[in-house]
C-alpha cells in the first residue's frame, strides 16, 4: 500500500521556523512528484509548494514565496518544506499528497496518494 507520512508540525511563533516532513513508501518514489498542501481553518485547502525531482522543477505559492524552502532526498523517500519567517496565516492542517510525474504540474483533484496531514499553528 502507498502510504505518505507527514510530521513536524507544531505550535511555533510569529516570525519562528518548522520543517516539515513527508516520507512516502510503497510506491517508486523517482516517479512521482510531491505536493504541500494546507487547509487554514474555515478555508479551502489549497496548494503551497511542490517538487517535481525528475525535472528539477518545483512550485511556490505566492504567499509562501521567499519564506518556504521545498526539497527532496530520493534516497530517502522524503520531501521537507522548510518554512521560516512564519506568520498567523500560515496556521492549518499541512497535507503532502503523490502525483504521477507526467501528470505535473496538477491541480489538488488530480493528485493520487494523501497524507494524514501534521498541524501548524502559529501565534501571534
Known amino acids: 500500500d502507498v502510504q505518505l507520512q507527514a510530521s513536524g508540525g507544531g505550535l511555533v511563533q510569529a516570525g519562528g521556523s518548522l520543517r516539515l516532513s513527508c516520507v512516502a513508501s510503497?510506491?517508486?518514489?523517482?516517479?512521482?512528484?510531491i505536493g504541500w498542501f494546507r487547509r487554514a481553518p474555515g478555508k479551502k485547502r489549497e496548494g503551497v509548494s511542490g517538487t517535481n525531482s525528475s525535472l528539477g522543477s518545483t512550485y511556490y505559492a505566492d504567499s509562501v514565496k521567499g519564506r518556504f524552502t521545498i526539497s527532496s532526498d530520493n534516497a530517502k523517500n522524503t520531501v521537507y518544506l522548510q518554512m521560516n519567517s512564519l506568520v498567523p496565516e500560515d496556521t492549518g492542517v499541512y497535507y503532502c499528497?503523490?502525483?504521477?510525474?507526467?501528470?505535473?504540474?496538477?491541480?489538488?483533484?488530480?493528485?493520487?496518494?494523501w497524507g494524514q496531514g501534521t498541524l501548524v499553528t502559529v501565534s501571534s
Open positions: 510503497g510506491l517508486t518514489f523517482d516517479d512521482y512528484a
Open positions: 499528497a503523490a502525483v504521477n510525474r507526467g501528470g505535473w504540474p496538477a491541480e489538488i483533484y488530480q493528485y493520487d496518494y
